[in-house]
């Protein structure tokens, strides 16, 4: 498996390691690898919510979302989904 991304030098992984995890995600059942995928969504997302609850204390947890949704979508589809930020001048 030299060469491969999951054997990078970068990764703090070792190429035994990773290995195994491919032997084990080969194995799994697709509806598995999924779940595994929307868990790491979730968890991005709730990390991303509270960087943004630290970086803006005095915002609601409405505003809050409404930042998320802005880095989620970008600035004009956030806008055009949801409409534009009430009462977040400047944010």
Excluded: H
């Amino acid at each position: 498996m030299q060469g491969q991304p999951w054997t990078s030098s970068v990764s703090d992984t070792s190429a035994e390691a990773a290995e195994v995890q491919i032997r084990l995600l080969s194995r799994m059942p697709p509806s598995r690898k999924i779940g595994l995928v929307e868990d790491a969504n979730r968890t991005a997302r709730r990390l991303a919510l509270a960087g943004i609850k630290l970086r803006f204390p005095e915002a609601s947890t409405e505003e809050c979302v409404r930042l998320l949704m802005d880095v989620i979508l970008g600035d004009d589809l956030a806008q055009r989904v949801y409409g534009p930020r009430r009462g977040m001048q400047g944010r």
